[in-house]
């Protein structure tokens, strides 16, 4: 009897299966190391370190869900990711933004934060009773504008005895980053800026360098000058 086309390949694929199963049987056909699925290498974690990473994670979104408690401030130039993110009105990226800008230096002050690409005026105001500053810089608390410049935060009174007071012009990059809320970025920065656009013509102008802003020049009134 002759068969048709599909009778043919049905015959022939049935032949071909029962020759492979014959091998299987024998030894000789493909081993499971062939056949078998395996995981990629590296790409299987042990439940625990799973269990360990979503904790953490889990963590971390409560830790930034925790509002500030009464009278708690954080300091910008310290404050990790998640602690940023706590402040009103931060999220994920203005945090990255903070982060960012203190790179080039620290914040000495509240009003410093208005060098950070996104945050205007009413942010800043916003933060400041949230905000402390470290060695070298001021609480965000007493920096308040409700509350009027000290004397010797006006420039009306000469420094603490022994305090240096240097000529903007002529100070080098090591005798500025003495000077209180500076430091070695601020006082290169101020250096290449007087070499890119020649003297300071008033201490005031020093706001024109990256960096400084109103709160800063307050505090550094007292130690500069300008021939």
Do not use: C, Y
């Not at 048709?4 to 492979?20: D, F, G, P, Q, T």
Request: proline share 8%; hydrophobic share 40%.
């Amino acid at each position: 009897m002759e068969l048709n086309r599909v009778e043919r390949r049905a015959l022939l694929i049935a032949s071909s299966l029962v020759v492979l199963g014959a091998a299987v049987r024998l030894g000789a056909g493909p081993s499971e190391a062939t056949w078998a699925w395996r995981p990629a290498a590296g790409t299987v974690g042990s439940l625990d370190s799973t269990r360990a990473r979503v904790q953490r994670e889990i963590e971390r979104a409560a830790r930034i869900a925790t509002p500030l408690a009464a009278g708690e401030r954080l300091d910008p130039n310290l404050a990790s990711d998640e602690e940023l993110q706590r402040l009103p009105g931060i999220g994920p990226g203005k945090a990255a933004a903070i982060a960012e800008a203190r790179r080039a230096g620290p914040f000495g002050s509240a009003d410093d934060l208005a060098r950070v690409p996104g945050l205007g005026p009413v942010t800043v105001e916003r933060l400041r009773p949230h905000l402390t500053f470290g060695p070298g810089g001021t609480s965000s608390a007493a920096t308040g504008a409700d509350r009027a410049p000290s004397a010797a935060e006006a420039g009306l009174v000469a420094p603490a005895p022994g305090a240096p007071i240097l000529d903007l012009n002529a100070a080098r990059t090591d005798q500025l980053e003495r000077l209180p809320g500076l430091g070695p970025a601020r006082a290169r920065a101020i250096v290449g800026h007087r070499e890119r656009n020649g003297p300071f013509r008033s201490i005031e102008e020093i706001t024109a360098v990256s960096g400084i802003g109103p709160g800063l020049l307050k505090r550094l009134r007292a130690h500069l000058r300008v021939r």
